[in-house]
T-cell receptor, first 116, second 113 residues
Framework: AQSVAQPEDQVNVAEGNPLTVKCTYS??????LFWYVQYPNRGLQFLLK??????LVKGSYGFEAEFNKSQTSFHLKKPSALVSDSALYFC??????????????FGSGTQLTVLP | DGGITQSPKYLFRKEGQNVTLSCEQN?????MYWYRQDPGQGLRLIYY???????QKGDIAEGYSVSREKKESFPLTVTSAQKNPTAFYLC????????????FGEGSRLTVL
């Protein structure tokens, strides 16, 4: 079975400060990991993914994420937050080693609010 | 431009009525998915299809039906058997095989009156 947890429903950060949105996962084999962003009443937009290789993955809009196998985490980060980064963020995992390799499992989402 | 088109954006339904949500993609993707989104619950998989004329149930398929007669189209019918259909519905697609990310449509918001 595969699962993903986003332990914070809400994250608030001041504009210009660094931001972190946390994600931990559980898979029986090796994971593919993804981050998506959603603005109100819109679909999800892909930010970045980890497949293999370098543990630090860079994505769209200045976001990056660090894969940590020992802690089974894939936290999303940005060095300097913008008000326009305020949105709902989803972490997702696919276990490439199991029969559920066709499906993504999503976390419950973290609402990021960047305060001016 | 390539993408996924969902329609209608907003839909209102009376109890006991079936409604069909449209999803069309011109990305030449093999796999297509339907998710339901409720506040605080993330995305839950309703149905998915890897190839034409084949589809599988997801985690919450009861009260829903789909068809995949064409590669580019994957409509979702919300039937009267779905007890709590008010939700935001998202269609997605990706290339089959490999780690490819999902591409999402803009969603359809269904409200039962």
């Amino acid at each position: 079975a595969q699962s993903v947890a986003q332990p914070e429903d809400q994250v608030n950060v001041a504009e210009g400060n660094p931001l972190t949105v946390k994600c931990t996962y559980s898979v029986s084999g090796n994971p593919y990991l993804f981050w998506y962003v959603q603005y109100p009443n819109r679909g999800l937009q892909f930010l970045l993914k980890y497949i293999t290789g370098d543990n630090l993955v860079k994505g769209s809009y200045g976001f990056e994420a660090e894969f940590n196998k020992s802690q089974t985490s894939f936290h999303l980060k940005k060095p300097s937050a913008l008000v326009s980064d305020s949105a709902l963020y989803f972490c997702a995992v696919r276990d490439i080693s199991s029969g559920s390799a066709r499906q993504l499992t999503f976390g419950s989402g973290t609402q990021l609010t960047v305060l001016p | 431009d390539g993408g996924i088109t969902q329609s209608p954006k907003y839909l209102f339904r009376k109890e006991g009525q079936n409604v069909t949500l449209s999803c069309e993609q011109n990305l030449n993707h093999d796999a297509m998915y339907w998710y339901r989104q409720d506040p605080g619950q993330g995305l839950r998989l309703i149905y998915y299809s890897q190839i034409v004329n084949d589809f599988q149930k997801g985690d919450i398929a009861e009260g829903y039906s789909v068809s995949r007669e064409k590669k580019e189209s994957f409509p979702l019918t919300v039937t009267s058997a779905q007890k709590n259909p008010t939700a935001f519905y998202l269609c997605a697609s990706r290339l089959a095989g490999g780690p490819g990310e999902l591409f999402f449509g803009e969603g359809s918001r269904l409200t039962v009156l």
